[in-house]
């Protein structure tokens, strides 16, 4: 569907790197991301071939992570049904994130009101929610590409998230699209080198890896710059936002109405996905690098982790 995508591997190197490690200066490590994001942004529009024929046995992520593979309900399904299934699983964890791509331009955007726009990190976080725009665009007509909804969340998640853009702020904003983008970050680097995957999904998937590393890198450090300077109790209440958008994100990835696109029942399948260890591991193997950071830094710990371990995450 597009060239080749070179790897980010520095951003990537630098969204991982231990919390332990003191920040940079806000504003040089923001020029160095404007810098990066002049030499390698994408606009899907035209960097996707959106008149490509799509194969019909191709998956639309990788068997592995399908929610339900390994499951009884798995082996009921034929290939055809499986391939089904997996472009709409694809779909709905699209319509998620453009949903909280949604509440994030918002919490970046409440960040950086009133700051000095010829300062780089202002300018940086306005290039991040162009970025958030296009990678929201880009979902949305994969969905239609394929032929499947977005699959966006309930009105109760709509309701509730409207809450969290309202009152999250400082380090709890920042974790969130940790939270958001690593995990999906992990699930998409598997997702761009499987050639048992459509091309489409592949294209989509590189594009969002290499943007997304800025974006993990400058969240990353302003979690870790910002985090210290908490008091105990607002220590408490960002470890508890945090805990909450964790457990919101694992647990509504794949909607439900997912399973009736191959004729299964909603509530038993979803019941199956939630008992899948097989994928209940795979969301613990993405998050892993997130928690220990997370833990580092101090906004994971004391009643919180409950929410945590609740969500599979621990």
């Not at 990678?135 to 394929?146: D, G």
């Not at 699930?187 to 989509?204: C, G, N, S």
């Not at 936002?241 to 029942?265: F, H, K, R, T, W």
């Amino acid at each position: 569907m597009t060239a080749t995508l070179p790897s980010d591997a520095a951003a990537r190197t630098a969204a991982t790197r231990p919390g332990g490690k003191s920040p940079v200066d806000r504003q040089a490590l923001s020029a160095r991301l404007l810098g990066s994001a002049a030499k390698k942004s994408y606009d899907p529009v035209v960097d996707i071939d959106w008149t490509a024929p799509i194969p019909e046995d191709l998956y639309g992520l990788s068997p592995e992570w399908s929610t339900l593979y390994g499951t009884p309900l798995w082996e009921t399904l034929d290939h055809v049904q499986r391939v089904r299934l997996t472009i709409h699983e694809y779909c709905s964890i699209s319509g998620i994130g453009i949903w909280f791509e949604h509440l994030l331009m918002q919490l970046v955007l409440r960040d950086i009101y009133g700051d000095d726009p010829a300062q780089p990190h202002v300018q940086w976080a306005l290039t991040e929610i162009a970025d958030e725009c296009r990678h929201s665009v880009m979902f949305a007509r994969t969905a239609q590409t394929f032929g499947a909804p977005s699959y966006g969340p309930p009105p109760a998640l709509l309701k509730l998230g409207k809450a969290y853009a309202a009152r999250a702020d400082g380090p709890a904003a920042y974790a969130a699209i940790l939270v958001a983008e690593e995990i999906l970050d992990i699930f998409q680097r598997d997702l761009m080198k499987d050639e048992r995957v459509q091309p489409l999904t592949r294209a989509t998937s590189q594009i969002h890896v290499v943007e997304e590393a800025r974006h993990m890198r400058f969240a990353r450090d302003e979690v870790a710059r910002r985090t210290p300077e908490l008091s105990r109790w607002q220590l408490r209440k960002h470890r508890t936002l945090v805990a909450a958008c964790a457990a919101i994100v694992a647990e509504n990835l794949v909607q439900p109405q997912v399973y009736a696109s191959v004729g299964l029942d909603p509530k038993e399948a979803r019941a199956a996905a939630r008992a899948n260890e097989h994928y209940n591991a795979k969301l613990r193997e993405a998050s892993s690098g997130l928690v220990s950071f997370l833990r580092e830094v101090g906004l994971i710990g004391g009643p919180s982790e409950r929410l945590w371990k609740r969500a599979g995450l621990l």
